[in-house]
């Protein structure tokens, strides 16, 4: 039987519990109070009494006087055309931070963009959004972006800023003096025309990409053995055998969201598609990717060549290679093997890591394996990430040498994030003019002579072309909110073009992209139409597919395997929410718990457990790493014994108030190895000092009391029979005799559908929820008191293979070094026999004729009652008022950053219960829509927030009691089940039991005895 | 895009009840022309004669420029011709800011009669007839009356109960103070009684006000332009939605914009009861640029999610079921007390559209009860117009 926990200290209590039953906390503190002094001073006596009773008279006999406010209605001086009052509009537009990608389309209602979605007309994402891309609206209302341009850090005017900056590259290119763009990796054919005409204006300008999380090896190493400097199509769903190392594909790796996709549809098992992929993954540390992997393998970075070179010996033989002399791998590959031939061209290694020889080591083994082609094809190529190392760091020689008359930093910000910020700083000191052109007022900015805010995307034009041959247009959603201009429009103006940035691309599309389709006449008509459909797809011509080069590999075989570093060995990674840190000022992605850790607001060093404890470091434990910095220890089942993990992306400084002083730069720990960015570092020492620090987790939230939540099973047992690890649903269904008549629902009723196959815990539905829904942030302090108010959690438990029946006395205490791991998202489950509802004293929580269980805020007193007797966890008490309160200084708190907020949605007042509605304003927005066309609702018309950012469709919405919709087959599926159906809730969310494409596994009679820590 | 053509749609509708307005704005000064057709007072809306262009052209030698043929179908459908790609009905179109003509349901007749009107329309004869007449008419009485109330202060809720409350609240201190010290009256039960009633009375008002908290029954604050319902609605007969158009669409009915206003008093300038004093702002507000800010009448609180759309787009309700008799009104006063338990009432009483609307094909099972003659009818409240989260959320 598996063994399923949340948490360590839930692994090794015998009661099975969480902490909480354990350490209950005092429900009323106050700081520096003992819980016996709260409890006095909370003891209420007769003069209190009569204090309160005489007060609330008076307010009472107050508010009876008082008259209600006026309000004023100001209707437009002339409306447009395309705004009605009350409706939302939607407007297409892309996303582009400089490394993700994303068509998205933006709801603004009543002017204001209030929701990103994915835009399902691109043939790349198919309208799958991402947990940043979800919560990028917020940064648009972010006060802490750079509000207008600076002059030597005053504020300045655009006339004088644009002059100075002409006459001074003026005088630049009079003596022939070097001008550096060094900017972010841009896909935007347009504003590369720009910067051509830039260039023809200054002839001497160069320009330089420079990516954060670098990619030059891969596109090195391609050019090296595929003869293209590219980054081709990767085909996730065309592959059998799915191989990563250290590509964390589905959170960070290139695409993620079109990966995850594509990852999904071999995930999907029904009645006709029988077969799904096998997933292998060899890391370092426990990333999302690893997470959902059939098949983990936890190494250490030094071992990845090693294993790649044995693997690449293996299939080289069986093809008559010429194999390389090697140690023998650390992990046994012989399944791996097997599966690669049985699969051949129906396989996709990938390698995450920025080493040139490693990634032509991949290429080779794909190759071999006829992959070329089939799962992955230079056709169309990824334009994103074209970031190359040499010639950054030549630009830094330059820069210090004295070489560069000018520096144009285009949303980048190397002084935070590249480990040599010292010598890019001396080097800027070197340059007479030096312009930021970034949205916020960040680190580089600072040194910077001129500063030219670049704007949101949701307030600039733009065009993109991530994929040759695949375009897609940007609109504006909002005038700018600041004064600040997009960074093509002021190389426009630098340039001495007076045309605007807007019919600068309407021109560029006219003359290069106009004819290229023949479905429109005139171009006016072509543009309209692409700009509301966003995307645009042309043919490419079919290329040759290249050939492998064995030569390159040949001869730099040798240089792959390094010596075995003393010290731990140290990944650096990105974290889900925050990513690379631009973004970090953005609460929303600061309190999203991260995917496997669950910790929010920080972070931390991982370790593996066993490590930890092998040298004295406990959780929370403060350790200095190299004496660089300081940080926290986490525990992290999976990380591999010798290695530790550090998420990129935090430490800013004097970013905003959401970011400033949260967690540790950890870029400085960066190096470059071959001329390669490294974010994999070996030889790192860490030392306790003594301090500790607590983390805020929410992975011992809302637990549900160790019952079997999770069910899975292994492909072949499932091909089998069909409920294969499910079976407890039919005994369940058969136990579960009621008194009571079954409800039964006139006309709607509604469920969700979660496929626990497909969901990856990417996220993004937790943070369209939290868009959707008004649900408040709350900081660090109170996420530590258990009170995240988020209405979608993702739980995610760990699990080992334990014995078949676990006895009352069986101890688990063993050190999990690689448990695997299951997301399930919990949201409310509506139950028709729903726990909560009955035990509200005031009918604040009633059952809906639809199914949907509703939660009216102004009827609720606060009780809590529900929350107690909710065993799912999912009702949220507003223990504060969020909203205009110094205290939770987040984006409820400002008048610009409320603007986000749903006006659909009510903002929830303190002491009232809330939780997951159903999103019920979609529900009814959809029925009204129907009511008023007169024609029946369509399945799949009301899309949860939840559901429509969904990257995988793991979650489906819809009505049960009409039997053709996509929720009633989930329903009829023998994998569904309801958690906790042994309790007779009748919940409305079903679930789909995950299945595993690996090996049954017997369980281990003799699992769990550890003497070490007995 | 898709927009255009439901914008013209609209714009088609909208212009009747700008004709209507204009008609009756222009039928003082016609009733004079004793030859005058009762239909020219359609036309006179938009067009004149010999006095330039309106909203449409000048009429004036119309009979001359067209062929007879041409008048009688574009004057019939105007948007046909257009359709069919007529050449000078085209032209006109765009002339005339594609502000679409109205279709007219005349008989030969009557086109004939209008047709010979213009022709033999006399401008000179008709200008002296046209001087305005400076007698004061019944409406503007009405003004004068309302005038006074619109600097006074605004009442609203049940009522003033502040005396009585405070009075029946001292004979209760006056009670029990001589129950207990003064004894002038030595019968106690008439201290029991003077007791017991006035706790009563204080607990009823208190009662009463209490869920009056925060309604606004009989509200009707001042505006910034005294404008009259009762003389768009009502004298001029213009649509509810030409003004409030989102109302079928939205959840919000809209106050229309400054804009909308323009349509008519672009031409309308001066106003039968307020003159050209009320008119005035909001041709100033159009010229400044400055929108008017209008007081809210009709105000639910936050956490009510009402739909306009669903109420006179699907539920097929009239607007004066809620908002009463507006088309009476020179101010708008609340009629309604908008709470809960009002709401909730006309949701049990009030049937869905239930056979006429497809939605409703999905409550399969009330279809066969209705089929089998188990149920007549289906409230809102059978399919769940009274949950919670129909209008709380």
């Known amino acids: 039987m598996k063994k399923y926990w949340k948490s360590l200290d839930e692994l090794k209590d015998k009661s099975i519990g969480s902490d909480i039953e354990k350490k209950p906390e005092p429900e009323f503190s106050i700081e520096g109070l003992s819980e016996v002094e709260v409890s006095d001073k909370l003891k209420s006596n007769r003069r209190d009494f009569l204090k309160f009773f005489g007060f609330s008279v008076g307010t009472a006999a107050l508010a009876s006087s008082c008259e209600m406010p006026v309000r004023k209605a100001i209707p437009y001086l002339s409306a447009p055309e395309e705004v009605i009052p009350g409706m939302a509009n939607y407007y297409a537009s892309t996303f582009f931070d400089g490394h993700d990608f994303c068509p998205v389309v933006v709801k603004v209602r009543d002017g204001r963009p209030i929701k990103i979605e994915g835009n399902e007309l691109s043939n790349i994402t198919h309208g799958g959004t991402s947990a940043r891309i979800q919560a990028s609206v917020l940064n648009l209302y972010d006060s802490a972006r750079q509000q207008y341009p600076l002059k030597n850090g005053s504020k300045a005017n655009w006339d004088t800023v644009d002059q100075e900056i002409k006459n001074k590259l003026q005088e630049i290119a009079e003596k022939e003096g070097k001008i550096a763009i060094l900017t972010s990796t841009i896909i935007s054919p347009s504003f590369l025309q720009v910067i051509e005409e830039f260039k023809a204006q200054y002839p001497s300008t160069e320009v330089v990409y420079y990516d954060t999380i670098s990619y030059s090896a891969m596109r090195m190493a391609n050019k090296q053995t595929f003869g293209k400097a590219e980054i081709p199509s990767y085909r996730f769903d065309e592959a059998a055998v799915i191989v990563g190392f250290n590509a964390d594909f589905l959170g960070s790796w290139l695409s993620p969201v079109e990966f995850a996709r594509q990852y999904a549809k071999t995930r999907e098992l029904n009645e006709e598609k029988t077969t799904m992929s096998k997933h292998y993954q060899f890391e370092s540390y426990m990333s999302l990717t690893g997470s959902n992997a059939d098949i983990r393998y936890s190494i250490k970075p030094s071992d990845e060549a090693v294993i790649l070179l044995n693997l690449y010996n293996r299939i080289a033989e069986k093809s008559d290679m010429p194999t390389f002399g090697v140690e023998d791998s650390p992990v046994s590959l012989d399944q791996l093997v097997d599966d690669l031939m049985k699969n051949q061209s129906k396989s996709l290694i990938v390698s995450g890591t920025n080493d040139i020889y490693i990634q032509a080591l991949v290429n080779g083994i794909n190759f071999l394996l006829a992959n070329l082609g089939g799962t992955f094809n230079f056709e169309r190529s990824l334009n994103t990430r074209k970031g190359c190392d040499q010639k950054f760091n030549g630009l830094i020689k330059d820069m210090n040498d004295g070489h560069i008359d000018a520096l144009f930093m285009v949303n980048v910000n190397p002084i935070y994030d590249h480990f040599d910020s010292a010598s890019f700083e001396l080097g800027m000191k070197q340059v007479g003019l030096t312009v930021a052109m970034s949205e916020y007022h960040d680190e580089s900015a600072k040194l910077a002579s001129y500063v030219c805010p670049d704007s949101h995307y949701l307030e600039s034009w733009s065009d993109a072309e991530p994929y040759t041959g695949m375009f897609t247009l940007g609109q504006p959603a909002i005038q700018t909110i600041f004064d600040t201009r997009q960074a093509p429009e002021s190389f426009l103006k630098w340039a001495g073009i007076e045309t605007d940035y807007h019919t600068y691309i309407q021109n560029y599309w006219e003359n290069n992209l106009f004819d290229k389709q023949d479905q429109y006449l005139t171009f006016n008509d072509f543009w309209n139409h692409t700009l509301q459909n966003g995307v645009f797809d042309i043919e490419v011509p079919v290329a040759e597919c290249p050939m492998y080069d064995f030569e390159f590999i040949g001869s730099n075989a040798n240089k792959l395997i390094s010596e075995k570093p003393d010290g731990l060995e140290l990944v650096l990674y990105e974290k889900i929410g925050i990513g690379t840190g631009k973004m970090a000022n953005n609460p929303w992605l600061q309190e999203l718990p991260d995917p496997i850790s669950k910790g929010v607001w920080d972070n931390y060093i991982a370790l593996s457990p066993k490590y930890a404890r092998d040298n004295q470091i406990t959780q929370e434990d403060v350790v200095n790493i190299n004496g660089q910095l300081t940080l926290p220890v986490m525990y992290q089942p999976g990380q591999p014994y010798g290695t530790a993990a550090i998420a990129i992306g935090y430490g800013r400084v004097e970013i905003g108030k959401v970011a400033n002083g949260i967690g540790k730069n950890v870029y400085p720990l960066s190096s470059m190895k071959n001329g390669y960015k490294q974010f994999n570092i070996a030889g790192i020492t860490i030392e306790k000092t003594g301090d500790t620090y607590p983390l805020a987790t929410t992975q011992t939230h809302h637990s549900m009391e160790g019952r079997p939540l999770v069910r899975e099973t292994v492909l072949d047992s499932w091909k089998e029979k069909k409920n294969s690890g499910n079976e407890l649903h039919e005994i369940n269904e058969k136990k579960a005799v009621s008194l009571y008549k079954k409800p039964e629902y006139e006309g709607f009723h509604w469920g969700l559908g979660v496929d626990l196959n497909k969901c990856i815990g990417c996220s993004a539905c937790v943070v369209a929820c939290q868009a959707e829904n008004n649900v408040a942030v709350i900081g660090k302090e109170e996420v530590k008191n258990r009170r995240i108010m988020h209405w979608l959690r993702i739980d995610r438990y760990y699990s080992l293979i334990g014995p078949e029946k676990p006895g009352p006395d069986t101890i688990y205490r063993i050190e999990p070094e690689n448990p695997e791991v299951v997301h399930q998202p919990v949201m409310c489950q509506h139950c028709d026999n729903a726990p909560c509802e009955n035990v509200c004293p005031v009918a604040a929580t009633p059952h809906s004729k639809e199914g949907l269980n509703q939660m009216a805020y102004n009827r609720c007193i606060g009780t809590r009652y529900c929350m107690n007797n909710c065993p799912y966890r999912v009702r949220r008490f507003n223990w504060y008022r969020f909203v205009d309160n110094d205290k939770f200084d987040f984006n409820q708190n400002g008048q610009l950053s409320k603007m986000v907020l749903n006006p659909d949605v009510v903002v929830r007042e303190r002491g009232v219960v809330e939780k997951c509605s159903f999103c019920v304003q979609r529900i009814q927005e959809k029925k009204l829509d129907a009511k008023k066309q007169g024609r029946l609702l369509r399945d799949g018309e009301i899309k949860t927030a939840c559901e429509q950012a969904c990257p995988t469709n793991a979650l489906v919405f819809g009505d049960m009691n009409n039997s053709d919709t996509r929720i009633a087959q989930i329903k009829a599926d023998p994998r569904t089940y309801n958690l906790l159906e042994e309790l007779h809730t009748l919940s409305s969310v079903s679930y789909l039991t995950k299945v595993r494409n690996k090996d049954y596994v017997p369980p281990v009679e003799d699992w769990g005895h550890d003497e070490e820590h007995a | ?393």
């Open chain 2, 1 to 393: 895009m898709s927009n255009n053509i439901y914008l013209n749609m609209r714009k088609s509708i909208i212009l009747i009840p700008v004709l209507l307005l204009c008609f009756s704005f222009i039928l003082q000064s016609i009733h004079a022309q004793s030859q005058a057709p009762p239909e020219w007072a359609v036309c006179a809306a938009c067009h004149t004669i010999g006095k330039g262009k309106l909203i449409g052209p000048d009429l004036k030698g119309v009979t001359e420029r067209r062929d007879k043929a041409w008048l009688y179908s574009f004057i019939r459908s105007s948007q046909t011709m257009i359709q069919n790609g007529d050449p000078i009905a085209v032209q006109l179109f765009e002339e005339y800011n594609k502000i679409p003509m109205p279709d007219n349901n005349f008989s030969d007749e009557q086109i004939d009669g209008i047709l010979a009107y213009i022709e033999n329309y006399d401008e000179s004869a008709a200008a002296v007839m046209e001087q305005p007449t400076e007698t004061p008419s019944e409406d503007e009485a009405t003004y004068e009356e309302a005038a006074p109330g619109l600097k006074g202060h605004v009442k609203y809720g049940p009522g003033n109960t502040q005396p009585t409350f405070i009075i029946f609240l001292i004979l209760i201190f006056v009670a029990i103070i001589d129950l207990v010290f003064t004894k002038i009256i030595k019968a106690r039960f008439i201290h029991i009684i003077i007791i017991l009633v006035s706790v009563f009375v204080v607990a009823e008002i208190t009662y009463v006000e209490a869920k009056a908290l925060g309604r606004q029954e009989g509200y009707s604050p001042d505006q910034p332009v005294w404008f009259s319902h009762k003389v768009h609605a009502g004298q001029n007969k213009i649509d509810c939605l030409y003004c409030h158009s989102s109302a079928t669409e939205s959840k919000s009915a809209g106050i229309p914009s400054v804009g909308v206003c323009m349509n008519c008093h672009n031409v309308v300038k001066n106003g039968k009861k307020t003159g050209t004093e009320e008119i005035a702002k909001v041709i100033e507000a159009w010229n400044s640029g400055q929108p008017i800010e209008w007081v809210r009448v009709h105000n639910l609180p936050d956490h009510v999610w009402f739909s306009h759309a669903q109420h006179v787009n699907a539920g097929k309700r009239e607007c004066q079921e809620c908002h009463g008799p507006v088309e009476t009104m020179d101010r708008i006063v609340q009629v309604e007390s908008l709470g809960m338990g009002w709401c909730i009432n006309c949701h049990r009483k009030s049937e869905v559209q239930f056979e006429e609307n497809d939605f409703y094909k999905e409550y399969v099972h009330f279809h066969e009860e209705m089929k089998a003659g188990k149920r007549s009818r289906v409230t809102v409240d059978d399919i769940g117009g009274n949950n919670c989260q129909t209008c709380h959320y």
